[in-house]
């Protein structure tokens, strides 16, 4: 059953190196697609924007699995760096983790923004949970959710 034998922690200063990893291996397959891979820099661009604040870990079996950011922006919540190790994905533990970060996110009633790259499995994830394009490029497509209430149909699915 997803959501057994998980839990998100808050992520800590230690965590930086395994995630960085985490997001070149996860990362990989779509931005080689894409004619976009750097070695260095998939690693970078995650050390840059790491923030211990807004990150959670996910954990299952007592090891750090994935993680997950969620962070002010404007107006809402930006969503990103969810990276789940790929041993883990198609098992429904993305699925459930988004539906624990989306629950948190709609008490708050704020709308979430993220973006996915160009022709990435993830985006059907973040379509199922409510997502929808706002606008593309050749490289990233831009998606938003708004919060879902209680007394909103949508809430049910």
């Known amino acids: 059953m997803p959501g057994v034998g998980w839990e998100l922690r808050p992520a800590a200063e230690t965590d930086i190196e395994v995630i960085a990893e985490l997001r070149a291996d996860v990362m990989r397959p779509d931005l080689e697609r894409l004619g976009r891979y750097d070695e260095h820099r998939v690693r970078q661009r995650l050390r840059d924007s790491f923030s211990t604040r807004y990150t959670s870990v996910i954990m299952a079996d007592r090891a750090l699995v994935g993680c997950v950011t969620v962070r ?3 107006d809402g919540l930006w969503l990103e760096h969810f990276y789940l190790a790929p041993r883990h994905q198609g098992r429904g533990l993305g699925s459930a983790v988004l539906r624990a970060v989306l ?28 997502f929808v ?25």
């Open 103 to 130: 629950g948190r996110t709609d008490v708050q009633g704020m709308a979430v923004g993220l973006n996915v790259l160009q022709g990435s499995p993830a985006r059907r994830l973040y379509e199922r949970h409510g």
């Open 133 to 157: 394009v706002e606008s593309q490029d050749p490289v990233d497509v831009f998606m938003v959710r708004p919060p879902v209430t209680s007394s909103d149909p949508a809430a049910d699915a």
């Open 72 to 74: 002010p922006r404007g």
